[in-house]
């Protein structure tokens, strides 16, 4: 019920802010008066919508991400444990020039950490308790610092930038293609009839599905990246035990129960075969273990 109640939150808030945006910029529809479509209204129209959804998504990622996972942030350590960890992401951050991030536990055994938040500023650095309980504080390290540079290398809004201009796209092509198979197919002459909406609704599931590939792509692509600074800032062998002690818990079947909307932003990820490898949110272990070891 909670992400039922998060996804008609976050939904309800883009109406908000894209009919309030449309009316500040004139734009109350893309149709002329003689039906043609006006593509600079329509362009306009498709914009505000995907960038209005990723970017309230952007917003409230620490909220949602809070809720959704159980993270309870630690406002003043109570074990030697929490004391450490909190101290070690003070420790990274300074080192990698951000701000401390809010810095949170969530109750999973299986081991899996993940950041996200807004800005660099304004961050959230999560573990799981079977990580903490598991892996040795110098692997811990490890998977703080790949978390920190997810943070510091602003990735979290270069997602979301990216994601924006692909749902614009993808919005604005699909309507095209479902005016035009009205007006050339289903005769409509003014306004919209059902094959616009049929086929618009369609075009845009065909074009997601195959957008969404770029952006699993660059997922794949930071995490080789956060890899790289994790290294730089605890040391390369650490990064690769912890990957070698993610690699043994998946192996072994033991993965993380992230819910799909953090699932990009873990340490560790589900990888596919064949076909599905193009919609992996991470490269496989062995590959990201390949690039440390050879310095990349």
């Given at each position: ?35 043609d ?5 329509l ?6 919508f995907?960038f ?8 409230l990622?620490?909220f ?15 074990t030697?444990?929490?004391q ?11 080192q ?12 999973a055994?299986q081991?899996?950490?993940?950041a ?7 961050s959230?650095?999560?573990?799981s ?10 692997e ?5 610092a ?9 990735d ?5 930038l ?5 749902n ?17 197919i ?10 616009f ?11 997601a599905l ?8 660059f ?13 730089q800032?605890?040391?390369?062998g650490?990064?690769?035990?912890a ?12 993965e993380s ?5 953090m ?7 589900g990888y ?22 050879r310095?990349?």
């Open positions: 019920m909670m992400r039922i109640g998060l996804f008609l939150l976050t939904n309800f808030a883009v109406l908000i802010l894209a009919g309030f945006t449309l009316s500040l910029l004139g734009v109350d529809h893309y149709l002329q008066q003689n039906g479509l006006n593509l600079t209204s362009l306009i129209f498709c914009a505000v995907g209005g959804g990723s970017f309230v998504s952007l917003f990622s620490k949602i991400a809070k809720k959704t996972t159980g993270t309870q942030i630690i406002e003043s350590p109570r030697a444990d929490e450490w960890l909190v101290s070690t992401v003070k420790q990274l951050s300074q990698a020039g951000i701000k401390t991030p809010e810095i949170g536990i969530f109750p055994q081991a899996n950490a993940f996200t938040g807004w800005n660099k500023n304004a959230l650095v999560a573990v308790q079977g990580l903490l309980q598991r892996f040795d504080r110098d811990v390290k490890a998977v703080l790949h978390e920190i540079g997810h943070v510091a290398n602003g979290m809004v270069t997602l979301s990216l994601q924006g201009v692909i614009t796209f993808v919005m604005f092509f699909a309507r095209i293609i479902g005016h035009t198979v009205d007006r050339v289903f005769k409509t002459e003014r306004g919209h009839g059902i094959g909406y049929i086929v618009t609704f369609v075009t845009e599931m065909i074009l195959l957008a969404s590939m770029i952006v699993f792509a997922s794949r692509y930071r995490e080789y990246r956060a890899d790289a600074a994790g290294a800032l605890a040391g390369r650490a990064m690769i035990r990957l070698q002690r993610l690699q043994a818990e998946v192996q072994a079947g033991v129960p992230m819910p799909d909307s699932k990009a932003f873990g340490i560790s990820g596919k075969q064949k076909l599905g490898k193009l919609f992996a949110s991470h490269p496989p272990l062995d590959a990201r273990i390949a690039a440390l070891s310095g990349q």
